[in-house]
């Protein structure tokens, strides 16, 4: 079987763009959407929705590496995705800062989720 290399480079914004503290939100072309941190100058990006409802983590408080869904307050760990109000998991992206761009390495789920 050929495997291929389907990661993608997104490209977020300028570091500036984002405080420390705080997050934002990025649509993909799919529809889906991240959420992308800074916490003390450390980038890190997540799916943008809570494993409880949906609900926008981007919506939420983020306090250090964690951020508070602003619908019920499930907390999610924006480094490892892991939940800390029940054994759940969100999905992590890989950030990279390069020329002071912030940058999320995405992957092409397509030919997994059709089985091909």
């Known amino acids: 079987m050929q495997s291929f ?15 420390p503290g705080t997050c934002i939100r990025v649509a993909l072309p799919d529809g889906d959407e991240l959420a992308v941190y800074n916490v003390n100058g450390e980038y890190y990006a997540t799916e943008n929705s ?12 983020l306090c250090g590496h964690i951020v508070d869904c602003g619908l ?19 999905r992590t992206y890989q950030v ?12 092409d789920d397509t030919d997994e989720k059709s089985g091909f």
């Open 96 to 107: 990279i800062v390069e020329d002071q761009l912030i940058k999320i390495l995405t992957t």
């Open 50 to 61: 809570c494993p409880h409802r949906g609900a926008p983590l981007t919506e939420g408080a």
């Open 72 to 90: 019920h307050g499930w907390q999610c760990d924006v480094r490892t995705g892991e939940c800390l109000t029940v054994p759940e998991r969100i």
């Open 5 to 19: 290399d389907t990661r993608q480079t997104l490209v977020v914004g300028r570091i500036e763009d984002l405080r």
